[in-house]
């Protein structure tokens, strides 16, 4: 349906073999249902901030496909690839002006462009949370963090954010 040789399919499928292997994860084939994405709930975040960081504005109006994008926006219903968009980007602004408001109130500084990378995978945490997909850490992983100053600041951007679905 695509006009794709296997031999063309292989060499993309090298290219994403290389990708998938960049954050940890592999392709296992399970047998009569495709492929499935092996590896940690965070190693999938990271690929998917990156995927949408990098690739993802490249397709959106060629494909126009929603479901992707769910994993970003936790309210989207039936709307254009625009409209989605364009929802995404107010909520993610929000966000990120409460995530600068309590680091300009800390004693925490980062790049503006980790900022919106942030701010991100605030709703990308979210909404993976929401579906079912989290991460558990060891008791003694949770005390390393504990340990730096940004979980205090991560801790009062959660708090502040409280007023949007899911940040609770």
Do not use: W
């Not at 296997?6 to 009569?32: A, C, P, Q, T, Y």
């Not at 249902?33 to 965070?42: I, Y």
Request: charged letters at 30%; glycine letters at 4%; aromatic letters at 12%.
């Amino acid at each position: 349906e695509l006009y794709l040789t296997k031999s063309s399919i292989r060499e993309e499928m090298k290219e994403v073999n290389f990708l998938l292997s960049k954050f940890n994860l592999r392709l296992k084939k399970r047998h009569e249902e495709g492929p499935l994405v092996k590896g940690s709930e965070f190693d999938r975040r990271m690929l998917m901030l990156c995927i949408f960081e990098n690739h993802y504005h490249e397709a959106v109006n060629l494909y126009k496909n929603t479901d992707y994008l769910s994993f970003f926006e936790h309210e989207i219903s039936v709307l254009s690839a625009q409209q989605v968009m364009a929802a995404l980007d107010e909520e993610r602004y929000e966000i990120r002006h409460i995530f600068l408001k309590t680091l300009r109130e800390s004693e925490c500084h980062i790049l503006d462009g980790n900022t919106q990378r942030l701010s991100r995978y605030l709703l990308l945490m979210v909404s993976r949370y929401q579906a079912g997909y989290t991460i558990t850490l060891s008791q003694k992983q949770r005390d390393y963090i504990h340990r730096f100053q940004e979980y205090h600041v991560a801790k009062m951007v959660i708090e502040n954010c409280g007023h949007f679905s899911g940040f609770d």
